[in-house]
């Protein structure tokens, strides 16, 4: 069973920059970040591959957030700048057995979140 932990999340301001992690147990997946607001369905945010490729992002956080890959510590990171309000929900980190997607359920295993919230 693989798991994942989650950390780093906070309160910020509007513009503020705050990095979440992600701590597995195991390694070798494709790994992605979702989030999710209240009465709001979860979305994807990110995915990576394990050698650090297959990078994409959901259009609203292009150019501000950043996900990478430390192979060797078994950690995945969101880099977030410029936060905005509407950036405010729980981040999760997920793993995925079948290569990298936008899809929630192609993602076999999950941490279990970390709250963002950015308010002024």
């Known amino acids: 069973q693989v798991q994942l932990v989650e950390s780093g999340g906070g309160r910020v301001q509007p513009g503020a920059s705050l990095r979440i992690s992600c701590a597995l147990s195991?390694?070798?997946?494709?790994m992605g970040w979702f989030r999710q607001a209240p009465g709001k369905e979860r979305e994807f945010v990110a995915h990576?591959?394990?050698?650090?490729?297959?990078?994409d992002y959901e259009d609203s956080v292009k150019g501000r957030f950043t996900i990478s890959i430390d192979g060797a510590r078994k950690m995945v990171y969101l880099q977030m700048n410029s936060l905005k309000p509407e950036d405010t929900a729980v981040y999760y980190c997920?793993?995925?057995?079948?290569?990298?997607?936008?899809?929630?359920?192609?993602?076999?295993?999950w941490g279990q979140g970390t709250q963002v919230t950015v308010s002024a």
């Open positions: 997920a793993a995925s057995l079948i290569g990298t997607s936008r899809i929630p359920t192609d993602y076999a295993f």
């Open positions: 990576i591959s394990w050698a650090g490729f297959r990078i």
């Open positions: 195991h390694e070798n997946y494709a």
